[in-house]
């Protein structure tokens, strides 16, 4: 079993996030867990290293610099060794106590378990209803079929993890991105808490790079309604030239600059718009051309303990790696 939580300025949830992580994967068997410290500006990356200096189960991992959650998470997956692997939240507002009714929703055949969430508690109403705009908008205008209301909370099993793996999106969008491989999934309805303590990564300028992403990224529906808006405007424009050339012809025509300056804007925004669109998707492209890796990481840290069963005793090796 391996879990895997990408952390940016946790260091207030961080000793309870891994009270709780410690206790139900306790009851799972072996486990290992995975904490990967996003740029942190505050002691988390600290905190991190002495949490895995007391616990042999616990490996840390240290980035660059704040690459972004989807990619520390992609960090983290990258480096699992389980069969079973559950990616979750630090704020603990997905309550990693449901692990074992997702390991029970796996033994029955399933490849991923995802959490649903049938409420929100903590949030604002703003926050909760441009999230439930989002994903209809979402399910809409993709071919992926994305479950509505879910976040990257959910278990998986390794043949679902190495196809993700896989995958060489530098935009990531992961629940999107686990959608799209198939195999059988299965939603596990729960009420979201309240964040532990501290406060959202996701204020609403990254909320929006966020879903820009994910249209982008699983669906060409904009490029189409920028084809449909340029024919429209085609058809109009042609119109207003009838009209244009037909006042004219039988001496109409009147000086003024508002119908002019209508048509202007007009065309002038949809031609923005278009390329606005032509843009985000030209701009992906880019990026993904350079081929530069995902993740860099500075440092990854663990403790192995082996036990000498013969003289009943411990011992300890610091494992450091600078990468």
Known sequence: ????????????????????????????GDYEV?????GSRDGTWNLMRQLADADPHLAVINLSRNHGHQLALTAGLTFVSGQRIL?????LQDPP?????MMRLMDEGADVVYGRRRRRQGETSFKTLTAKLFYRLLEYLTDVKIPTDTGDFRLMNRRSLDILNSMPEQSRFIRGMVSWIGLKQVPLAYDREPRFAGETKYPLLKMVRFAVDAITGFSIVP???????GM?????????????LGSWAFGRTVEGWTSLSTIVLTMSS??????????EYLGRLYIQSKGRPLFIIDTFYTVARAV???????????VVEAL
């Open 1 to 28: 079993m391996s879990v895997v939580v990408a952390c940016f300025d946790e260091e207030a949830v961080l000793r309870e996030l891994h009270r709780r992580i410690t206790a139900v994967c306790q009851k799972v």
């Open 34 to 38: 995975i904490l990967v410290n996003d």
């Open 87 to 91: 990616i979750i939240d630090a704020d």
């Open 97 to 101: 106590e449901l692990l074992p009714q």
């Open 223 to 229: 490029l189409r309604i920028a084809s449909i808006l």
């Open 232 to 244: 429209i405007m085609g058809v109009t424009s042609v119109m207003m030239l009838s009209y244009t």
């Open 270 to 279: 949809a031609q923005l718009l278009v390329l606005g669109i032509l843009g």
């Open 308 to 318: 000498n069963q013969d003289e009943n005793a411990e011992g300890t090796e610091h």
